[in-house]
């Protein structure tokens, strides 16, 4: 059974960047996809961007051209890559991974504020 754990999370100034990890207990590139999902207070969770097994990936409207997914084999992670960051962005941020059964990370808190 797979563990995911994110790490990087924090508190950035709007205007500020910060890059999340997502590190596995599997191999990274045995997940057929792998998301960053968000929930701010308040809200649903919600779909940010996914990478999928051949490397494809998609992104909400919302972070198109401000965030980028990515899997670094080495250090198995999978990583989200935030630039531009405004107090919308503020939420906790999910890793999910999906092979079979869907498995989630607990989650780092990203807090965008002056």
């Known amino acids: 059974q797979a563990q995911l754990v994110e790490s990087g999370g924090g508190l950035v100034q709007p205007g500020g960047s910060l890059r999340l990890s997502c590190r596995s207990t599997?191999?990274?590139?045995?997940?057929?996809?792998m998301a960053w999902y968000r929930q701010a207070p308040g809200k649903q969770r919600e779909l940010v961007a996914s990478i999928y097994g051949g490397g494809s990936t998609n992104y909400d409207d919302s972070v198109k051209g401000r965030f980028t997914i990515s899997r670094n084999r080495a250090n198995n992670t999978m990583n989200l890559q935030m630039n531009s960051l405004t107090p919308e962005d503020t939420a906790v941020y999910y890793c999910?991974?999906?092979?079979?059964?869907?498995?989630w990370g607990q989650g780092t808190h990203v807090t965008v504020s002056s």
């Open positions: 999910s991974g999906h092979r079979g059964v869907t498995y």
């Open positions: 599997e191999n990274i590139f045995s997940f057929s996809v």
